[in-house]
């Protein structure tokens, strides 16, 4: 039973090592600020802000106090003073001449479950109309050991040695 018993902790403790927050993810395609016949275009300056709120859960711990947030997203056609800003953060982008092959990579760092965000998209639009832009977001928490699991996995360890050298002792 002694035995039984030792194997689940171990089993628990090995479940419990870790805490894995929950991964959110919001895409909005392909984004205009107009639309003329089957194309998609932005013409002129646009400021586009969008919102969104984590979840109050989204960091399974209380010890996982840290988050990420990537941005990548491309630009199709040429954005002129194309900036990226998540309002209240430190992520800001900005690049003169956007283009095809433009992507927006950045990392977002302590943001909390329950509060808005604004993400804010800014620039020009060629005149010629062939302007637009994709986006996707993915929000993540990030893994940290919690100290009572490591403390339970690490006496879960002794105890297996104290079993095995009892036993050894029986034999002997």
Not at 74 to 84: C, D, P, R, S
Request: hydrophobic letters at 40%; glycine letters at 12%; zero cysteines.
């Amino acid at each position: 039973m002694k035995y039984y018993l030792l194997i689940m902790g171990l089993f628990l403790s090995a479940l419990s090592f870790q805490a894995n927050a929950a991964k959110q993810e919001v895409n909005w395609g392909l984004v205009t600020t107009s639309q003329t016949g089957g194309h998609s275009d932005i013409i002129g300056e646009f400021e586009d802000v969008y919102r969104f709120t984590l979840p109050d859960n989204y960091i399974a711990s209380p010890s996982a106090t840290n988050s990420y947030i990537s941005l990548s997203g491309t630009v199709i056609g040429k954005i002129t003073k194309f900036a990226a800003e998540l309002a209240g953060t430190k992520l800001k982008y900005a690049d003169d001449t956007a283009n095809n092959t433009q992507r927006l990579d950045g990392l977002f760092t302590n943001l909390k479950g329950g509060e808005e965000y604004e993400l804010v998209i800014t620039g020009i639009g060629s005149d010629d109309g062939h302007s637009s832009y994709g986006l996707s977001f993915t929000v993540a928490g990030i893994q940290t050991p919690i100290p009572a699991a490591a403390w339970l996995f690490g006496s879960a360890l002794i105890g297996l040695a104290g079993v095995k050298r009892r036993k050894k002792g029986f034999t002997a």
